[in-house]
């Protein structure tokens, strides 16, 4: 039987980016379809006046030595066309009045830091950033070489420090080892980058963030992450891939069961031996497919799983350098107080924001700002529910209203900034919602608390439905190493049986 | 344990009860929301089907359309300041061009586009001599940046408008009377005559009944009745008529070749730049007369452009890709025909565009090969998707 390509891959996201071009690369006749006129999804940038904005990338993780990124990005012949910059610092944390810390990238440096800010406390550090990196280190190693499963288990048998904190929360394994509130507080600033509060979030997880930074670095892209993606995308199309964009895909298009090709707007079908879908999981299984066609386990499994949060964004021009303005640090976390049930309250209301993260990108320079400029992110973790339920009307002067808020709370760090603003943008969850065909707007799939944990949904990476593979940030964790990583190798295992 | 569950899972201290609580949420089954696209329509709908309702003449050239849903429902709530793009069939041409909404952003029932004929130009002379009440037209929803923003631009602002490009003023005027705004604006409105004074009778009426709204007329071309304010809009007079700007944002919207002169003016005034803003509604300078443009090749000369899956066309290295693309019935997607919205983004597999100054293009469009057609000419043989 013809079909008029190998792999249909739809989506051109970080994980739909990297799916096409290994397969491409590895000899498979390929096409990409994506809805935007640009790859990336969230991996993407926009300009207003003078300044380009880096929509979704703070740190890059896995670009340094050995990184699981580096590698894939090598492979994919990614890596030479791209500028890399590493950042000097893990990052800044501050709650105003409180407490005010800078973290290097480096274990021993982490620990001399806190220890020298809460002295009595270097045993217990010591013991617990080691823990961390071994729990860390094995989950990063762990998937990596799942087809190789006799060994992994043998491996993980040995660490009874993996098996025994791995899936408890991160929250639980502070306290055990530490009693000042404002240490553990710095020790949980990237919860954010998995979305879930300390007292969700498993420690495995945390682990994993904190080894892959402080591990492989953090890093920043000239030109941000658009240059990642057009870069992924030129890979992809050197190898002969092709690429279908402004083109949106309604259906996977099914015979007896199995996915045989798609049927895009404009009733145009495309038929292929292998769909690989970067859309959300629910989108996937219930809209592009007929439900009919989904093992009920599958759809069981999605009724199991919560939708995680999205974010609100206020990315700012301003007509000031990175020093004058405060910015000595290009990570930094601000927090109201350090009583996680604010934060927690923060992301399902629209009061002033209690938590931002705020990213400057000309600490050293991107290239998004002019001279003499910079160009800062101020994003908050939100679920989109408090701006779904804002009228319609009054949209717009909600947006003001809690942009307003993230200034104000920025203050502490930057006191000039309002007055040197040049250009204000403002992202809301259903901003996300409709640049990246996410429901919910959620930028890292579903809430990853352990019950999201991949030790649980083996299914996910599998073609529950014959003829169909998905691959984003719903079947593994949120974030460009981690999706993008995780669709290269499922790939690549793919290549060897497709 | 279930069978999704990965073997390495029992090694850990814990996995029964994960297993047990998402056996639990399985159980409570949670219903996931429908599709992102679908959720987002009422605030971005892609297409508006508009009926025209009316047509006022303002002057001897300009006209205002309102027009109103088809289907009768109000229409999306925009920024006082933002556009429409018109899509517009002229002879056998589909093409579209943007028009800012003059009307209130507190009425939806309707927006009122204000079209002033543009000598030579295609689409405004074609609105203005056909579209009459009853015609049905379509757009896609308000779209732009060039709107009052509570964050950093104050309540003290000063509107630099020439010609039609007094018509997002009129919105922003409109927006303060009618939701009774704590923002002043002052008009500084550059005519040629004085009978094309556009909202003249409107503006002066506002401006006398509320405190916080002062406009100024001026005219370049004044007749012996004309007693006000005379050209040129230079520092001096701005100065004089709006007063200090010092802290004032300053929104500048008027023929595209007025705008570096005027920044300079207020340049002059120790007014930032970063205090002023600009709509773009066209290209300034198209080539040859912009100095970047490469003197050896001619603007005249036909080059070939390759649509993938589409076929070929000739056109002459000075036509936008864009307009070049719709005369052979193509139609990419396009909304500001200024370079700023990216809407109209191509790549361009292999050749050589040039770029109007206008095109806000990405770092990384240039070294990957992304274009805003609006805003691009094909300077060699051309292949490009889209
Ligand atoms: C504000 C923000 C901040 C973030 N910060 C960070 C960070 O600092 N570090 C980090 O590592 N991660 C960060 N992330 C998360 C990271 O960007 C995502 O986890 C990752 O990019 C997800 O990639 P993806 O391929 O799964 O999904 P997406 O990037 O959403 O890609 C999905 C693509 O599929 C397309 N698509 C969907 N349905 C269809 C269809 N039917 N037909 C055709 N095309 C379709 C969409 O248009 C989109 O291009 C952030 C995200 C956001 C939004
Ligand atoms: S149509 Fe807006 S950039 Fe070309």
Partial sequence: ?498 | MSTSTNPLAHLFEGADDVVAEIERRGAAGADHPADAREEITPYHPKVLDLTVAEVVEETVTTKTFRVRRTDGRPLPPFLAGQYISLHVRVGDVLTSRAFSISSSPAALDHYDLTVRRLRGGRVSNHLIDTVKPGDRLTSGGPIGTFYHDPLFHGDDVVFLAGGSGVAPAMSMIRDIVDHGLSRRMTLLYGSRRADDIIFHDELDAVAREHRDITVHHVISDPGPDWTGEVGPLDAALISRLAGPLAGRMTYLCGPPGKYAYLVRQLESLGHPRRRIRLEANSVALPPPADPRWPAELDPEEQVTVTVRGRGSLRVPRGRPLLDALEDNGLRPEASCRSGECALCRVRVCSGEVFHAEEARLRASDRQFGFAHCCVAYPLTDLEIDF
């Fill in chain 1, 1 to 498: 039987m013809s079909v008029d390509y190998d792999v249909i891959v739809i989506g051109a996201g970080n994980a739909g980016l990297s799916a096409a071009a290994t397969l491409q690369r590895g000899g498979k006749r390929t096409l990409l379809v994506e809805r935007h006129n640009v790859p990336g999804g969230a991996a993407t940038s926009f300009v207003r006046g003078r300044f380009e904005f880096e929509v979704s990338l703070h740190q890059l993780g896995g670009m340094g030595g050995p990184g699981p990124l580096r590698e894939i990005l090598d492979e994919m012949d990614v890596t030479r066309r791209l500028r890399l910059i590493q950042d000097d610092e893990l990052y800044r944390t501050v709650v105003p009045g409180v407490l005010d810390v800078t973290l290097p990238a480096d274990w021993q440096g982490a620990v001399d830091v806190l220890d020298s800010h809460y002295p009595g406390n270097r045993a217990a550090l010591t013991r617990f950033l080691e823990i961390v990196r071994d729990v860390g280190l094995w989950q990063l190693t762990a998937r990596a070489n799942l087809h190789r499963l006799k060994e992994q288990v043998e491996w993980l048998s040995g660490l009874s420090d993996v098996r025994r904190y791995g899936l408890r929360t991160y929250r639980e394994v502070l306290d055990e080892f530490f009693t000042d509130e404002r240490l553990k507080f710095v020790l949980s600033s990237y919860w954010s980058y998995n979305g879930q509060l300390p007292s969700r979030m498993s420690f495995m997880d945390m682990a994993r963030l904190l080894a892959l930074f402080i591990e492989t670095k953090p890093y920043q892209i000239v030109g941000g992450s658009q240059a990642l993606s057009s870069a992924m995308l030129e890979s992809f199309l050197e190898a002969g891939g092709e690429v279908r964009f402004n083109t949106s895909v309604e259906k996977i298009v099914t015979r007896g069961g199995r996915a045989v090709g798609v049927r895009v707007d404009g009733g145009e079908t495309v038929s292929c031996r292998l769909v690989v879908s970067n859309a959300p999981s629910s989108t996937t299984y219930t809209r592009l497919l007929d439900p009919a066609d989904v093992p009920s386990g599958v759809l069981r499994d999605l009724g199991s799983r919560r939708m995680g949060p999205s974010a609100t964004a206020l990315y700012l021009g301003l007509d000031a350098p990175a020093a004058e303005l405060g910015f000595a640090t290009a990570t930094n976390f601000l927090t109201t107080d350090l009583d996680e049930r604010t934060v927690a309250r923060g992301m399902r209301s629209l009061e002033p924001a209690p938590f931002l993260l705020a990213s400057c990108y000309d600490v050293r320079p991107t290239g998004f700002a002019p001279p003499g400029a910079s160009q800062v992110n101020l994003v908050t973790i939100q679920y989109a529910d408090p701006w779904e339920a804002v009228p319609v009307r009054d949209y717009q002067q909600a947006k003001s209203a809690y942009a307003a808020s993230l200034l104000d709370l920025l203050k502490a760090i930057a006191p000039g900034v309002r007055d040197v603003i040049e250009e204000a943008e403002i992202a809301t969850p259903l901003t996300f919602k409709r640049y990246l065909s996410q429901p919910g707007g959620a930028i890292y799939g579903f809430d990853q608390d352990a019950m999201d944990s991949w030790l649980f949904h083996e299914d996910d990476l599998k073609p529950n439905v014959p003829g169909l593979v998905l691959v984003s940030n719903w079947v593994t964790a949120g974030g460009y190493n981690s999706t993008i990583v995780t669709a290269a190798r499922l790939c690549r295992r793919l290549l060897a049986v497709l």
